[in-house]
C-alpha cells in the first residue's frame, strides 16, 4: 500500500524515476479501488459517478508515475503520447512500461539499485 500512498504524495512530480514495483504496484491498487468502485456505484444505482470521479483524481498521478517509469527505462515522458495511436501504441508503450530499469545515471536522475532481499 506504501507505493500507492508514496505515489499519490508526488501528486504532479514528473521528474526523477520510478522504478517498476511502484508503477505496477500503483496500478494494481488503482485497478483494484476502481473495480471496487464499480461495484459500490451498481450497488447505490449512481452508475458512473464515483468510479468518474477517483480517475479524474488519479488521472495525474497516474500520467506522472508513467513518465516516472519511462524515465526509468532512459525514456522521456513524451512517449506517453503513443496510446493516442489505436492498438499498436498501447502495446508499445506497455512494453516501455515493463522493461526493467536502465542500470546507470541517466538525465533523470540517478540510478537506485533494488533493495536486496533474502
Not at 18 to 45: C, H, K, Q, Y
Amino acid at each position: 500500500m506504501h507505493w500507492y500512498v508514496d505515489v499519490l504524495k508526488r501528486y504532479a512530480t514528473f521528474s526523477g524515476r520510478a522504478r517498476r514495483p511502484e508503477f505496477w504496484m500503483f496500478t494494481l491498487i488503482n485497478f483494484v479501488i476502481g473495480i471496487l468502485l464499480s461495484i459500490i456505484d451498481s450497488a447505490l444505482g449512481t452508475s458512473p459517478v464515483l468510479g468518474l470521479l477517483y480517475s479524474l483524481a488519479v488521472l495525474l498521478p497516474g500520467l506522472a508515475v508513467a513518465a516516472r517509469r519511462l524515465h526509468d527505462t532512459d525514456r522521456s515522458g513524451w512517449w506517453l503520447l503513443l496510446s493516442l495511436i489505436p492498438f499498436v501504441g498501447a502495446i508499445v508503450l506497455l512494453v516501455f512500461l515493463a522493461s526493467d530499469s536502465k542500470p546507470h545515471d541517466n538525465a533523470y536522475g540517478p540510478y537506485v539499485p533494488a533493495p536486496a532481499t533474502a
